[in-house]
């Protein structure tokens, strides 16, 4: 536990100390250049790209925006599960904001998406509202998955959103054949399949990267370290904790996972990789305030004073907005900003709890696609004539 | 070779013609029913009184399923010094803290955490158990079983058979939480047992009530088979129930018999036990209708004389579990007490379980069979 704050720490300090800021112009206009020194990135059989990334203020702001809802929404989900209204496993993303917010930056909608259970924040960075997301926590009709699916299993097919799994490492073969489809369909496009430093010991992906490499499919695998699988740190549970490297043939990236500038630049030039020579094992290196779970305290298997660290130095939210600050940012308007973003997401959990629970036949609705000669058993063994009915239109 | 088949031929049909020879019934339900005893008027956690159960004489306290799982656990590794208990977050206490205190006592050698990898969990249990030690793994979730499930099928059942004897795996405990458990969703309330039912070689076992845990789970443990135990984790805090302290076993394959009945015979296992007690009391309150609860206890090998004897005494048979009802282990009994009982029964075996569609979360209320689906059933049976 000591040695791992202590890494912590360490790669912390050596982001501030490097962190210079230069400008192009005197007066920071909303489009002007602004040229940012990341965290060098480490690198595994390939090339690290440059740790000078260029931005703007409104892109800053966009981040900052999008950052900010996430955090509201998951600290709303927290405090309705505590009233009791979220029921079941809710696992939030809170800390971990900017490796979405720089992945999403980098890639487009028509590239393929899948994570694991930690898939709030993913349904709104594809397209979904925040308050689909709350009436999904609540288990009501109105929710991203009709209120079917809950916590873990969120999908939005328009936006090549494919979940929301509940199953550890599962969804990782999963990204595979995601992406093989674009690439046999000679799409631009991409496959991210997104895992948690837990879920990097699971055989099925070793499998996964095993058939990409042969294949050349233009996959990104992403391990999201946040250091613990549930209870165990990392130290614990992974022989070599260097998951960049752990792709053997597969080459790596390993990035400030807390930094989004810096995850949009490892992520941009994963892609570029991706489609051009196969997969590529991306690192984010981050870390999530709240336990595992809701049912989690969070605080048995790390200290408190590790968690305050964390909120204090490397912050994402904080860290993009001290540089729309120290760049010009009018404070004003990020405060009014603020409050509009709360204002957005308690009036979503006000239309949630409003909202309708999905009536009882939906309950054998999409078993099975044409269900003809099929016939769903009911408690007392009696038949019931299953329904494929996508749209839940009655 | 003829004549070797004929004479197989010959012992089946003289089998089958004993079993059904209701001369003997009378004689093997007396000893039966003599040997288990019933209970549970007022409180709906039955309490058991098996006399074949060997007691140590101990005093016994008022304990929930999890600490009774930790006691057998605690006894396990105190009385066979090759025993480990490894699993996911095992070292802390568990994620249902029944592993609590285990690793400050006997060290990190012994109970250990695990990678996030169900298939190298089991593997790795079936090696060391091939060794001689006993190895009690842990899949924090049933619903999470199925990455091992090769191992357990092919490679944990199959390991003596296959080896002539030579080898074999029967240190090998797999120990998971199951069920239903109110907001669990698809992936933390499946009962998987039947998928395990249909493997020789494995054995199946489901405790109801802490004191049944404790013992079947030190039978399971020293079976010389591998046993997958299934725990009802909705039990784990809520059932609390008086528990010999000290050392003793429930055996395997033995079911028990709850509360006496004439009317109905209803069978099952695991947290759904206690509906039946719940719905039997009700039952009997409200309709006059006398059932016979029975938990079948092991699932595999399942305690066929017992569920036999019952039904030849009330003529009517009910199984109910929370799996889905298509091929849940209910059809088995359902089937093999047709076959036995068939010119006894006076009504056709119903099983009340699951529906046929993924475990809902929003829906779980109507999905689960529960009591009150139960009263309905017991109701139109006995017209």
């Given at each position: ?29 909303a489009s002007d250049k602004i040229l940012i020194e990341v965290q060098p ?354 | ?369 529960s009591v009150q689906r139960w009263q309905n059933y017991c109701r139109s049976?006995?017209?």
């Open positions: 536990m000591i040695a791992l704050s202590a890494a912590l720490r360490a790669s912390q300090a050596a982001c501030t100390s490097s962190n210079a800021i230069f400008r192009t112009m005197s007066a920071a206009a990135f480490s690198a595994h059989k390939i090339e690290a790209p440059s740790n000078k990334v260029e931005t703007t203020l409104s892109e800053l702001r966009a981040h900052y925006l999008f950052m900010y809802r996430m955090r509201r929404m998951e600290i709303a989900a927290d405090m309705m599960y505590k009233a009791k209204l979220i029921r079941g496993f809710c696992h939030l993303y809170d800390g971990q904001e900017a490796v979405l917010t720089g992945i999403e930056a980098a890639l487009t909608k028509q590239d393929s998406i899948v994570t694991s259970y930690r898939d709030h924040c993913h349904h709104i960075s594809r397209g979904g509202t925040i308050e689909e997301v709350m009436a999904e926590l609540f288990g009501r009709s109105t929710g991203a998955t009709k209120g079917l699916g809950g916590s873990m299993h969120m999908y939005n097919r328009k936006a090549n959103f494919y979940g929301g799994n509940g199953i550890v490492g599962a969804q990782i073969p999963l990204g595979a054949g995601l992406a093989f489809a674009h690439k046999y369909r000679k799409e631009p496009n991409v496959a991210i399949t997104m895992y948690g430093d837990g879920a990097a010991n699971q055989g099925q992906k070793y499998e996964a990267l095993n058939m990409a490499a042969l294949w050349n499919i233009p996959i990104i695998f992403v391990c999201e370290n946040n250091h613990y699988g549930m209870g165990t740190a990392e130290w614990r549970h992974a022989k070599n904790s260097s998951f960049y490297t752990r792709g053997d043939f597969v080459p790596g990236l390993k990035a400030d996972g807390m930094d989004v500038l810096a995850v949009k630049q490892v992520v941009s030039y994963a892609k570029k990789y991706a489609l051009e020579h196969g997969p590529i094992i991306l690192e984010l290196d981050t870390y999530r305030y709240h336990g595992h779970s809701m049912s989690d305290p969070g605080s048995t298997y790390r200290s408190r004073d590790e968690i305050n660290a964390m909120r204090t130095e490397r912050d994402p939210i904080e860290r993009v907005k001290k540089l729309l600050l120290a760049n010009g940012f009018d404070a004003a308007e990020l405060k009014k900003m603020d409050k509009e973003v709360k204002k957005e997401v308690d009036d979503a959990v006000e239309k949630a709890k409003a909202a309708p629970i999905p009536p009882d036949h939906w309950l054998w609705k999409n078993v099975y696609a044409a269900p003809a000669n099929t016939e769903l058993r009911k408690v007392d063994g009696g038949y019931n004539t299953p329904d494929y009915d996508p749209e839940y239109k009655n | 070779m003829m004549s070797s088949v004929q004479g197989l031929f010959s012992i089946r049909l003289q089998t089958a013609i004993f079993s059904t020879n209701y001369k003997y019934i009378p004689a093997v339900f007396a000893s039966v029913a003599g040997r288990f005893i019933h209970h549970s008027p007022e409180c709906s956690f039955a309490t058991n009184l098996d006399s074949d159960a060997k007691d140590t004489g101990n005093p016994s306290r008022k304990i929930n399923l999890c600490n009774a799982v930790n006691d057998a656990l605690n006894i396990a590794l105190d009385t066979n010094p090759t025993a480990c208990v490894f699993g996911e977050d095992v070292g802390f206490g568990g994620v249902f803290r029944c592993t609590v205190g285990l690793m400050e006592r006997y060290g990190r050698e012994r109970v250990f955490n695990t990678p996030l990898c169900e298939q190298g969990i089991v593997g790795f249990g079936i090696g060391l158990a091939a060794m001689g030690h006993t190895a009690i793994a842990e899949i924090q979730f049933a619903d999470y079983i199925f990455p091992a499930f090769d191992q357990l099928v092919n490679e944990a059942a199959k390991y003596r058979y296959r080896s002539g004897g030579t080898f074999d795996c029967g240190g090998l405990t797999v120990r998971s939480p199951y069920g239903a458990v109110g907001h669990g969703g698809h992936y933390h309330s499946q009962s998987p047992e039947a998928f395990f039912t249909h493997v020789p070689g494995l054995k199946v076992v489901i405790p109801s009530s802490p004191r049944e845990a404790k013992g079947l789970l030190l039978a399971a443990i020293r079976d010389p088979n591998p046993v997958i135990f299934f725990e009802p984790k909705m039990l784990y805090r809520t059932s609390v129930e008086e528990v010999p302290e000290g050392d003793f076993e429930i055996p395997l394959g033995r079911a028990r018999i709850l509360r006496e009945g004439s009317d109905i015979t209803l069978v099952g296992w695991g947290q759904q036990v206690l509906v039946l007690e719940q719905a039997a009391k009700m039952v009997k309150d409200k309709l006059r209708i006398s059932c016979e609860v029975i938990d079948v206890r092991t699932l595999q090998p399942w305690d066929v004389l017992t569920v036999e004897a019952s039904v030849n005494k009330t003529g009517r048979l009910l199984v109910s579990h929370e799996a889905p009802i298509t091929s849940g282990f209910g059809a088995e009994i359902v089937a093999t007490i047709s076959k036995r009982c068939f010119l006894r029964l006076e009504a056709p075996p119903l099983r009340v379980c699951g529906m046929d569609t993924p475990f809902p979360l929003v829906y779980e209320d109507m999905y689960m069979p049976r006995q017209s």
